[in-house]
Structure formats: C-alpha cells, structure tokens
C-alpha cells in the first residue's frame, strides 16, 4: 500500500530499516538557514538522510523568480537519486513539526511523478514527545536511480496567474498568516499585500491544538468556507515564496480535493515586478 498524503509516528516506527522506505528529514528554519542540518547531525529519524530547502529542494535564484524557485527537474532527479530515493518506493518526508519543509518535498515527488510521498504528521516534535528513537551524525542511502517526468498541468507561472485572477471559476489561495495578506506587515518582501483576487487560508489553520493536521471532512469544510464552490482544478496555490503553498495542497488532497496547482514564485516573484498590480485589504 502507498501512503500519499500523511504518515503517523506508530507506522513509521514499525517500518523503521525497511529498505522500499526513504525517510527524509528537511527541517528548516528561514531566519537560520544552517539550523536544520545542525539539528539533523545532532537528533534525527534513524535511517534519516538530510535535505536542505536552499540546497536540495530549489533551484537557483535570479533576483525575480522568487526566493525558492523550483529546482531544475534533472538537478531534482539527482538529488533525489543522491538521497537513494528511486521509483516505486515509498517516502516519508518530516521536519521539525507543522510540515511546512517537509510539504514542499511531498509535492516535488509529486510533480515528478512519485505519489508514494507522505509527510509525517507531527514531525520531530512530535516523535521526540513520544521518547521514540533517534540517531546522530550524518547517514546516507545507496545512491538510486530516479527517473521522474515532471508533470506540467501541475504549475502555474505568473502569466498564467495573471489570466486566471479575474476569471470567477478560479480560487487564487494565499498561505501566508492573515496580516501578511491584508499587507498590514511584510517582514521579507519588498512589498506588503497580495495578489488581486486571493483569499486567504492560512497554512497553519490546517492543524489543530496539538499541531496535527485536521481530519479530511474537517479539513474539507474550512476549504470550502474559503473557496466555495471552486472547482479542485481551479484552485492555485501560493505564499510568500512557494514553500507553505505546498502545505495547503497536501491539506486540499488529504480532504480529497485533488488537482490544485502551485504557483512556484508565489508573492515574491509577483512583487518584484513593479508592473503587476497589488491588493491591500
């Protein structure tokens, strides 16, 4: 059986050393960018290899792509074959708890083609509470053979965004926390507000009080409470730069709405054009 969406802490541990598993560790930390790598050689997953956000799960930035552009898709079939990731197998993605790292690796397999991904809900935090068992140092997998093709009607690029934003059938989501929508603060962009037309679902509005995420009918209604009756395939995911969008499209098919589409510049690469237009509310 294939695990696409989320994977619990008792099924994991039970699979710990199964050689058909890849357990990634992709915790993160924007302000301190060596932090996760830190913490991973530190405490991990055993079986755990590292993927870094800067590193591994984006591609090169150009000052107007956005701060996490997608990965080149050969550079990401070998990174993902480094990390002895190959066809068929099944991954657990996981960082330090929300998900918000680990979606971004979920929905990259994904876009190559690998639906055997899940994140693991709770992440470390969650692991470490139930005094389950860690290893320390760096840990490698054989390297494999990845041979993903990406999968083009999952991405939308700024022109694209800028055909749909006006049309009704189409839902522009916004990820980022509710003041960074209204554009009231922007701690990282150069310009506060967003994209014409959005509304916004909050990732972190996926979780509940423990930090989990919410069960799929519950998931489902706050969804529909935002989009109303916009059609899964008409729904575009973004955020501030293309990483926490990835965790409302794991949320959106976890609630079995399926075939949304992610905007990998997101806000960042919206507002470095001065020429695109800009919402405050």
Not at 107 to 136: K, Q, Y
Not at 214 to 229: I, K, N, S
């Amino acid at each position: 059986m294939a695990y696409a969406t989320l994977m619990s802490t008792d099924l994991l541990a039970a699979r710990l050393g199964d050689p058909a598993w890849a357990v990634v560790d992709c915790r993160f930390m924007l302000a301190h960018q060596a932090w996760g790598e830190r913490e991973y050689l530190a405490r991990h997953i055993p079986g755990a290899v590292y993927a870094h956000l800067d590193r591994d799960l984006s591609g090169p930035k150009t000052g107007r792509n956005g701060r996490h552009p997608l990965p080149d898709v050969a550079a990401l079939r070998r990174t993902l074959g480094r990390l002895g990731v190959a066809d068929g197998m099944q991954v657990v993605a996981y960082d330090q708890d929300t998900g918000m790292f680990a979606s971004r690796l979920w929905w990259l397999l994904r876009w190559l083609g690998h639906d055997a991904v899940a994140v693991l809900d709770g992440g470390m935090a969650r692991w470490l509470a139930e005094g389950r068992p860690t290893s320390r140092g760096e840990e490698r997998r054989p390297a494999r053979e990845f041979s993903g093709l990406a999968r083009p009607d999952m991405v939308v690029d700024a022109a694209d965004v800028q055909s749909y934003m006006a049309l009704p059938s189409w839902r522009l989501v916004d990820a980022r926390a509710p003041e960074r929508y209204r554009g009231d603060s922007e701690p990282i962009d150069r310009v506060p507000g967003h994209i014409p037309g959005a509304v916004n679902h909050c990732f972190q509005w996926n979780l509940d009080e423990q930090g989990q995420f919410r069960a799929p009918e519950a998931l489902g209604a706050r969804f529909r409470d935002t989009l109303g009756d916009a059609a899964a395939g008409h729904i575009i995911c973004y955020c501030g730069s293309g990483v926490t969008a990835c965790h409302n499209l794991l949320a959106l098919e976890h609630a079995g709405l399926r075939g949304a589409k992610l905007y990998p510049g997101s806000w960042s690469e919206w507002s470095s054009d001065p020429s695109r237009s800009v919402e405050r509310s």
